[in-house]
């Protein structure tokens, strides 16, 4: 009989600890997890103003600024054929996508409806912009591309990994 009481003394005790442990593991989860959504929030918010920061040099022709925010693996895939098995219009590697910068084909890249999935040190942003070339044939000043894209943070720092063309280019009338 002392037997069985110490052993449900022992269950009882073990099954006080173990909903201690439980609350507390709870707790800490619920505090992780309020902690992070602040800190996603923070993170999505600088990866935003980097893309548009990108945007901006990309239209002043800042090779210099846009050369620094890429990853030397950097890839642009211009247009959405890849999307339904055929090719898409181009895939460009750093070097050439710095070359078209380098031209300054673009009177506006104006990006919207961006949103952003946080990965730790890797962002993937997808959204719109809406270009405008300042030179172009009848039908084709501007256009409208959805994008996906993936940055990761490097040395402290944002860098510009890829951008996947995923709709478009949709192109209005002038």
Do not use: C
């Not at 990309?58 to 620094?68: I, N, Q």
């Amino acid at each position: 009989m002392a037997t069985r009481r110490l052993v449900h003394v022992l269950a009882v005790v073990l099954l006080a600890v173990f909903e201690v442990f439980t609350e507390q593991r709870a707790a800490e989860s619920a505090e992780q997890l309020a902690s992070t959504g602040a800190s996603s929030k923070g993170v999505s918010e600088e990866v935003v103003a980097f893309e548009r920061d990108i945007e901006a040099a990309v239209v002043r022709g800042d090779v210099k600024a846009v050369d620094a925010a890429s990853a030397p693996t950097f890839t642009f895939t211009h247009g959405d054929g890849w999307t339904t098995g055929a090719a898409p219009l181009r895939v460009d590697s750093r070097a050439a996508w710095l070359a078209t910068v380098a031209a300054a084909p673009y009177e506006a890249r104006v990006v919207d409806s961006v949103k952003t999935e946080v990965h730790g040190d890797v962002v993937i942003t997808y959204g719109r912009y809406v270009a405008r070339f300042r030179n172009a044939a009848p039908g084709r000043r501007q256009f409208t591309v959805w994008y996906q894209r993936v940055y990761a943070k490097r040395n402290g720092r944002w860098q510009y990994l890829s951008h996947r063309t995923v709709h478009g280019p949709v192109y209005e009338k002038d």
